[in-house]
């Protein structure tokens, strides 16, 4: 049976070479397909990507203008973000097929962008965390949670 997982990623403006960077590495150790951005803040930081692990060569990094534009093909679109409504992350049962929209490390997604998003979720923490953070923490609950996911057992 062929592996109906697939996870990608989109930044919201993100602000910080070094929080990207962080975010291809994270996306290289979680199996993320490719990690997509908009916003002009990164193009203009992006000579200092601290990508140590070089993972831009194998997962595709790319500059978008609109992240509803490039939802994959059956792929739920998660918005991760502290609000009201949200579902705690410990609690939520992850897409088989997902694009996890983060916003930038300093402001939040718009509620433009929730509201095309069919689930919003939030890590519960008593602080805020960065974004490379929060990504990391996102996708090792993906994996760890292996079976409980939509369609349940991985089978190969």
């Not at 994270?26 to 990507?49: K, L, M, N, P």
Request: proline share 6%; charged share 20%; aromatic share 10%.
């Amino acid at each position: 049976m062929a592996n109906k997982r697939f996870s990608c990623i989109g930044l919201y403006n993100p602000k910080s070479p070094e929080n990207v960077g962080a975010v291809m590495r994270a996306a290289g150790c979680y199996g993320v397909s490719s990690v997509f951005y908009t916003g002009v803040r990164y193009d203009r930081a992006q000579s200092f990507i601290t990508d140590t692990k070089r993972v831009h060569l194998d997962i595709p990094l790319i500059g978008i203008d609109d992240l509803k534009k490039i939802v994959p093909l059956g792929c739920t679109p998660v918005a991760v973000e502290l609000v009201e409504g949200a579902q705690a992350l410990p609690t939520y049962t992850h897409p088989d097929r997902a694009i996890y929209i983060f916003g930038p490390e300093d402001g939040s997604l718009n509620q433009e962008i929730r509201d095309w998003c069919e689930d919003v979720i939030y890590i519960p923490t008593e602080g805020c965390m960065n974004l490379a953070a929060t990504v990391n923490v996102v996708l090792y609950d993906r994996m760890a949670k292996g079976l409980n996911t939509k369609s349940g057992p991985l089978y190969y």
